[in-house]
C-alpha cells in the first residue's frame, strides 16, 4: 500500500510538474513567433510603413491593424504563417483607405511595381505607370538581357494588354536591402507565393510552397511541363532563393 501511495504521488508530482511547464514553453514559443515575424525581411522591407500587430497564443497567430495595401495582407498573412511553431493565421488587417478598382490602370501598375519589388534580376527602381491597361516603363537596366526581361515580366502580370518600354541602358540603382544579404526562409516563402500568384502564367496552378536554409521546394499540379518550368523559373528569380527543387507533377 505504501509503495502504491509513494508510486501516486510521484505520478501527480510530475502530471503537475508537465503541467506547470507547458504555459511557460508556450509563452517562449509565442514570443519567438512575434519576434521572429517583426524582425522578418519581408515585415522589415515591405512592411514598415504599416501598422501591424502580431499576437500568438500558444501558436494561433492573430494579425490587427493596417496595412497600405491589399499584397501586404497576403504577404503578412504568407510570412507568418510559415514561421515555425505556427499553427494558424487569422488575419484581421484592414486596409488604409479605398484600393484601386480591379483591373483599373492604377490595381495593374500596383500589381506590376509588386512584381518587380520580389524579383532580383529586374530594377525595382523601374518607374511604372499604365493607361488603358498598357503599361509603360521608363528607368534604367543595367544591359538589354535585364531590359527585355522586365518587358516579359510586365507582361505577364494580369490585366496588361501590352508594354511599352522606354527604360535606358545604364547604371541601375541596387535594391536596398534593410536586414542584410540574408533573407529569412518565411519572408522567400511569402515572396515565392506572391509571384507565383502575380505571374498570369503561373496564377491558375496549384502550388505548395516551402523554404529551408534558401532552398525552395515547389509540390502540386501544373498543367504542362512548360508551366512547370516557368513556376520554377520564376521562384528561382525571387529575393533569397538559393534553388529550386520543384517535385511539381503535371496533370
Known amino acids: 500500500m505504501k509503495a502504491m501511495y509513494k508510486?501516486?504521488?510521484?505520478?501527480?508530482?510530475?502530471?503537475?510538474?508537465?503541467?506547470?511547464?507547458?504555459?511557460?514553453?508556450?509563452?517562449?514559443?509565442?514570443?519567438?513567433?512575434?519576434?521572429?515575424?517583426?524582425?522578418?525581411?519581408?515585415?522589415?522591407?515591405?512592411?514598415?510603413?504599416?501598422?501591424?500587430?502580431?499576437?500568438?497564443?500558444?501558436?494561433?497567430?492573430?494579425l490587427?491593424?493596417?496595412v497600405?495595401?491589399?499584397?501586404?495582407?497576403?504577404?503578412?498573412?504568407?510570412?507568418?504563417?510559415s514561421l515555425p511553431?505556427?499553427?494558424?493565421?487569422?488575419?484581421?488587417?484592414?486596409?488604409k483607405g479605398e484600393?484601386?478598382?480591379?483591373?483599373?490602370d492604377a490595381w495593374i501598375t500596383a500589381k506590376v511595381k509588386t512584381m518587380f519589388l520580389f524579383h532580383r534580376n529586374v530594377s525595382a527602381m523601374t518607374e511604372v505607370s499604365t493607361k488603358?491597361?498598357?503599361?509603360?516603363?521608363?528607368?534604367?537596366?543595367?544591359?538589354?538581357?535585364?531590359?527585355?526581361?522586365?518587358?516579359?515580366?510586365?507582361?505577364?502580370?494580369?490585366?496588361?494588354?501590352?508594354?511599352n518600354n522606354e527604360m535606358?541602358?545604364?547604371?541601375?540603382?541596387?535594391?536596398?536591402?534593410?536586414?542584410g544579404s540574408k533573407i529569412d526562409d518565411a519572408s522567400i516563402t511569402a515572396q515565392v507565393k506572391m509571384t507565383l500568384l502575380y505571374h498570369r502564367s503561373t496564377s491558375g496552378i496549384n502550388t505548395s510552397v516551402t523554404t529551408k536554409n534558401g532552398i525552395v521546394t515547389l509540390t502540386g499540379k501544373a498543367k504542362s511541363?512548360?508551366?512547370?518550368?516557368?513556376?520554377?523559373?520564376f521562384a528561382n528569380d525571387v529575393n533569397g532563393v538559393k534553388g529550386v527543387n520543384n517535385k511539381m507533377t503535371i496533370g
Not at 17 to 30: E, F, G, N, Q, R
Not at 85 to 95: C, M
Open 7 to 62: 508510486l501516486s504521488v510521484i505520478m501527480f508530482a510530475v502530471v503537475a510538474l508537465l503541467a506547470l511547464s507547458m504555459p511557460v514553453y508556450a509563452s517562449k514559443t509565442d514570443a519567438r513567433i512575434e519576434s521572429s515575424a517583426k524582425k522578418s525581411y519581408v515585415f522589415q522591407t515591405y512592411l514598415q510603413g504599416d501598422d501591424i500587430k502580431i499576437q500568438s497564443v500558444n501558436g494561433d497567430v492573430a
Open 132 to 163: 488603358d491597361g498598357i503599361v509603360n516603363l521608363k528607368g534604367k537596366a543595367v544591359n538589354q538581357a535585364q531590359k527585355d526581361l522586365t518587358t516579359e515580366y510586365a507582361k505577364d502580370v494580369e490585366g496588361v494588354k501590352d508594354v
Open 225 to 233: 511541363a512548360a508551366e512547370k518550368d516557368l513556376a520554377a523559373k
Open 168 to 179: 535606358t541602358i545604364g547604371k541601375a540603382a541596387k535594391k536596398k536591402q534593410t536586414v
Open 85 to 95: 511553431g505556427v499553427k494558424s493565421v487569422d488575419n484581421k488587417l484592414e486596409i
Open 64 to 66: 490587427t491593424g493596417t
Open 99 to 104: 484600393g484601386p478598382a480591379e483591373r483599373s
Open 68 to 81: 497600405s495595401q491589399e499584397s501586404h495582407k497576403s504577404l503578412a498573412q504568407d510570412t507568418v504563417a
